[in-house]
């Protein structure tokens, strides 16, 4: 009695035990097809709508220890000033805590000045209103309402302006060593640039773009003055309309690789681009982009700009990639750029006439 009672419910348990595995089997493959991991990495913004950002402030990396007080960063500090950035950034009031927070408290703050354009004021950021609707429908709208604010106020306080997303994070050492040697008088603009629908190809929106003071004054006086050359409406694909637009006034659409021909502004996450076959050949982009590129661990610059679709938490962990996380022993040296030196070479050259 007592062994057939234990009999069933032996059965019983490896029957509840076997379905128990056959099920996690089939949810795990449920999850886990490809379609899935690929999500891991986006491509889309509707895919990262919902990702939930640090619930808590992840704080500040403390830079008064021992390993940063051996760094240089003269170099940096010249280009601070010798080239002024000013960033925007798309954002919107759903986006204000989850995603512009997180600019601002990451890569946003070496911009010289860094402005966050919305429909709905926040103090905290601060967030301008601008008088344009939400969503994707109206992001053309937004970025010609956000460059006419800025040719309005602030066109004499940056060389260069630099549209970007919320999810996009960006390496303002790099841009600035990208742009020392074009003049803000240049008509001219760079980005991660596009081959279709405009001769000259247009820079893609996520990675962002950046203009020259010449080209914003342009856009804003020539272009938005006449339909023919900047598209009225508020809807379109923001950054195709944005290259229509340049090229109707005569912006060039700059070539932002580096001398070894990588490129420096990145439509997706650096794993996306380092991990050969991550996405198929036919996918969309391997038509789009302008000058061939390399998939694997050649495809990005040392000196590399942008990367697109990059969550709230990534922000902080390329944060401490990009600015703390040293490997022991080796250090870095640069040369003072020759644009720097003109500064120099003058006092010298004033201190020897004495
Ligand atoms: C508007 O732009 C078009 C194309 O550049 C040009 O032909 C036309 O003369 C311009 N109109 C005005 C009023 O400036």
Known sequence: MISSCRQTVNK????????????????AYVLLTPEAIRRIDFHTSSEM???????????????????????????????????????WIMTGPSNHEKRARHVKNTWGKRCNIIL??????????????????????????????AFKYIYHHYRDKADWFLKADDDTYVILENLRFMLLPHQPSEAVYFGCKFKPYVKQGYMSGGAGYVLSQEALRRFVEVGLTNSTRCSKKNSGAED???????????????????????????PFVPEHHLIPGHVNKDFWYWQYIYYQSEEGMNCCSDNAVSFHYVSPNQMYVLEYLIYHLRPYGISFHVEMPQELQDAIVGIQNKNSTR
Request: with cysteine; net charge negative.
């Open 240 to 266: 195709v309309e944005m290259g229509k637009c340049m090229e109707a006034v005569n912006v060039v659409a700059g070539d932002s690789r580096d001398s070894m021909g990588r490129g420096r502004f990145f």
């Open 116 to 145: 966050f354009m919305s429909s709905k004021e926040d103090d905290t950021l601060p967030a301008i209103a601008l008088p344009v609707g939400e969503g994707r429908n109206n992001l053309w709208g937004k970025t010609k309402e």
């Open 49 to 87: 709508a919902n990702l939930a950002g640090p619930t808590m402030d992840p704080g500040e990396h403390g830079i008064e220890e021992e390993f940063h007080q051996m760094e240089d960063r003269e170099v940096a500090n010249k280009m601070y000033n010798k080239v002024r950035i000013l960033c």
């Open 12 to 27: 019983q348990f490896i029957l509840t035990l076997s379905i128990g595995v056959t099920a996690g089997f089939m949810v």
